[in-house]
């Protein structure tokens, strides 16, 4: 007997607080901040910021820059000799500043890992203390301040950082400094460096709030996170952005969402990320459609700050590989500060 499936069309399942999120979404696109794209702003000498991230051994061609911020998985297994290769090429680039972090194929880098899995040392006895790591600035739960100046050598303050020596050559630039925090920690997904449980708040206030570039391996939940039919990024990473605002955010770990965006975070934007994240409801629609119609009345009187003085934190997921094999598909991100 042959069933008749056109008396009986698939159902549409609604999940909780669908509604909820539909609402949010549709006020978001209301606001004139996020209905638009606003350029961010950049001074008449911006420093370009060369972003890559998960590398899995390749080695691709980088374009010129001042900075060079790579957000880990440098390597496939985590190898000393494929960290040690790694950090050699990124050493030998012409960028004044490279600034690192591992990512979760990056065991070598995690003591508490390999301490727990030995055998992914795969039968090597050195350890991150016998790498070279000639002019790499690495990072691990600590911020570096990068300084341009116009005398003919820049210099370094560290809080936490391990470095190395700098490269020559510097740019004439009017004197700058750039702030860059960074950290490896993702959510939990098999057996890999560097995770948290999930339900677990690493986060909170560890970032400084006068940080200007956020480096960090897996990406804030909705901000180029999608993975099939879910998003894969951390909530507690996402929120703990939103608080300090930075002026760029640099990750990778899902490779299929590669891309740049640029995203005002004032609090409409933060109201419909704890909608989305199922940490808010109607109380909050509520006060995020206040929000949207202060802002379009400020329009219509001509508050000439709502149509181009948003603050815009510029999200890059610079996964340069994809695919299963992890082969080398995408180029290097560049912005410009």
């Not at 490269?167 to 630039?173: A, C, E, F, I, V």
């Not at 802002?295 to 890059?316: D, E, I, P, S, Y």
Request: with cysteine; charged share 20%.
């Amino acid at each position: 007997m042959n069933a008749d499936n056109s008396r009986n069309p698939p159902r549409t399942i609604n999940l909780p607080g669908h509604r909820q999120r539909a609402i949010a979404s549709h006020l978001l696109q209301l606001h004139p901040y996020h209905s638009i794209t606003i350029p961010p702003s950049t001074p008449p000498t911006p420093l370009r910021i060369v972003c890559i991230s998960d590398t899995h051994n390749t080695q691709p061609n980088l374009p010129p820059g001042d900075v060079l911020i790579h957000a880990g998985d440098l390597t496939e297994n985590g190898s000393f000799d494929e960290i040690q290769s790694q950090i050699t090429w990124l050493s030998s680039q012409p960028h004044r500043y490279k600034v690192i972090i591992a990512g979760n194929h990056d065991v070598l880098l995690d003591t508490d890992f390999l301490a727990k899995y030995p055998e992914r040392r795969y039968g090597d006895s050195r350890t991150l203390d016998d790498l070279d790591w000639g002019s790499v600035c690495y990072l691990r739960n600590s911020s570096v301040t990068l300084e341009f100046g116009r005398e003919s050598s820049s210099k370094i303050a560290l809080e936490g950082a391990v470095y190395g020596k700098r490269s020559p050559g510097d740019r004439q630039l009017s004197k700058r400094t750039l702030s860059i925090y960074g950290s490896p920690w993702t959510p939990q997904y098999g057996v890999s460096a560097f995770q948290h449980a999930r339900e677990e708040d690493v986060w909170s206030g560890k970032i400084p709030p006068d940080t200007d570039i956020v480096v960090v391996h897996g990406p804030p939940r909705l901000h180029l996170d999608k993975r099939d039919f879910h998003r894969a990024g951390c909530p507690l990473l996402g929120a703990e952005v939103a608080r300090v605002r930075p002026r760029l955010v640099v990750f990778g770990h899902i490779h299929v969402s590669y891309g740049r965006e640029d995203v005002v975070l004032d609090r409409t934007r933060r109201l419909y990320e704890e909608v989305m994240n199922f940490w808010a409801g109607w109380p909050a629609l509520v006060f995020m459609a206040c929000c949207v119609l202060l802002a379009r009345l400020k329009c219509v009187f001509g508050n000439k700050g709502m149509a181009g003085g948003g603050r815009v934190t510029t999200f890059v997921n610079a996964a340069v590989v994809s695919g299963l094999e992890n082969k080398l598909q995408n180029d290097p991100i560049v912005v410009e500060l």
